[in-house]
């Protein structure tokens, strides 16, 4: 979101997931369901790195 004056209002990054009773369904078969075929673009490097981040982080949290 941009201000008016053109600065930047804040950055956001959401992060779902659509399930079936066999686990986390790929983005690219919930778009083929819909009838859609679309080329998916590339995610910056940050955004890359969030992602492969997740997979060295502990599920379910740990309690301590």
């Known amino acids: 979101m941009w201000k008016q004056n053109g600065e930047c209002a804040n950055h956001a990054l959401y992060r779902s997931a659509i399930v079936s009773r066999d686990g986390?369904?790929?983005?690219?078969?919930?778009?083929?369901?819909?009838?859609?075929?679309?080329?998916?673009?590339?995610?910056?490097?940050?955004?890359?790195?969030?992602?492969?981040?997740?997979?060295?982080?502990?599920?379910p949290p740990m309690q301590d």
Do not use: F, L, N, T
């Open 24 to 59: 986390i369904v790929a983005p690219d078969r919930v778009i083929e369901a819909m009838g859609h075929k679309i080329d998916r673009p590339s995610a910056p490097d940050w955004i890359q790195a969030w992602v492969a981040s997740e997979a060295i982080r502990p599920w």
